[in-house]
């Protein structure tokens, strides 16, 4: 066979390879569904939320926090500075207040992602972990939450090479966590467009301390949102690209065990958990492909789910609001409070709607 007829062959069998991965992508990101319209009573905008609210937390007394303005590869572009909010669900003003930052601190290239907080028992001081992408780098930032300044003070930047390309945190300690590594690569031409065409189940979970730093569990497509059981015995991981969250138990070691997954038929991104019940909430993508292939004529859509009974052999999975993008785009984030759920977007506008 001549050389011709081996790049031929070679041409042909490439194009099949990417016909079938195109065929693959398209599944895994629901390009074909189609969203009912499943509005909750009484949502209203929060203001100065119109550049994203990637990840909202809920502190016990109804203090939330809210990052925005998360500048990532694909995504509409904006140059708004990332920013860190409150938020006073006891308040009915329902009004987000920017937190001052410190003036040491790089605010040109913050760009926060998930946050997480964690109350230290001994004293009651609040610190609030924010994955930052600076120049789409990876690393997390820690502040300590100053109440009264309604300000961050910022304590240290952490970074490791085991910690290349974070989507979100959850602490469990005043310097410690786990974190997901959404991909493998950390380059945004490999990242943003070789990872999703393969997709392989590489991205893994972190487990960091300034003692350790070590990967806890592997083999997911997508590895997104993270959050902690309240008892702290169990760590959720939600996988966007194979729709399904995955229980882990926690060992003494801070290893973890997978004990199930559960399926919830649409792209989810970050979860939250309600400290009473133990639901879990999620901020989901209901067809992905609009999402990355954003038109703001055919916007992608939102959608919020619940799951009840996570542990029990038989898990609730519940659909508690859906719009098809015209209301609000890009879901990232569900958070519970009071009767109430806040609604979080990747590059789009937050809401505060009624549960009842």
């Known amino acids: 066979m001549g050389k011709l007829g081996i790049i031929s062959m070679v041409i042909a069998a490439l194009s099949v390879f990417l016909g079938e991965r195109f065929v693959n992508l398209r599944k895994r990101t629901l390009a074909t569904r189609e969203l009912s319209q499943n509005h909750l009573p009484n949502c209203v905008a929060l203001k100065n939320m119109d550049y994203g609210s990637e990840d909202i937390t809920i502190l016990p007394n109804g203090l939330a926090f809210i990052s925005a303005g998360l500048k990532y590869p694909g995504l509409p572009a904006h140059d ?209 492909w609009k999402a990355f292939m954003f038109d703001p004529q055919d916007p992608p859509g939102s959608e919020v789910i619940q799951i009840q009974s996570i542990h029990s052999e038989k898990p609730v999975v519940t659909q508690v609001y859906a719009d098809d993008g015209h209301v609000i785009m890009g879901s990232s984030v569900a958070a519970p409070y009071g009767g109430k759920v806040l609604i979080g977007t990747v590059f789009h506008k937050a809401l505060c709607c009624d549960l009842k």
Not at 246 to 265: F, I, P, Q, Y
């Open 80 to 288: 708004v500075t990332g920013k860190i909010f409150s938020l006073d669900l006891q308040d009915p003003r329902i009004k987000p207040v920017e937190l001052r930052m410190p003036r040491n601190f790089d605010l040109d290239s913050f760009n926060p992602h998930g946050i997480s907080v964690y109350t230290d028992p001994s004293d009651d001081t609040i610190y609030l972990f924010v994955v930052n992408h600076p120049q789409h780098k990876s690393q997390v930032e820690l502040f300590k939450f100053v109440e009264e300044e309604l300000s961050l003070a910022h304590l240290k930047t952490i970074k490791h090479e085991l910690l290349y390309s974070v989507n979100d945190i959850v602490a469990v300690g005043v310097d410690s966590f786990y974190a997901t590594n959404d991909h493998y690569f950390s380059h945004e031409i490999l990242k943003g467009l070789v990872e999703p065409i393969l997709a392989q189940p590489w991205g893994n979970v972190v487990y960091y301390s300034p003692e350790e730093v070590k990967v806890v569990s592997e083999g997911y497509y997508f590895t997104n949102g993270i959050n902690i059981s309240p008892d702290k015995g169990h760590i959720y991981v939600v996988d966007l690209f194979d729709h399904n969250v995955h229980v882990l138990e926690r060992k003494d070691d801070n290893a973890l065990v997978s004990m199930k997954s559960v399926a919830v038929g649409s792209l989810c991104d970050n979860v939250e958990v309600d400290p009473e019940t133990g639901d879990l909430w999620l901020g989901c993508h209901p067809n992905g």
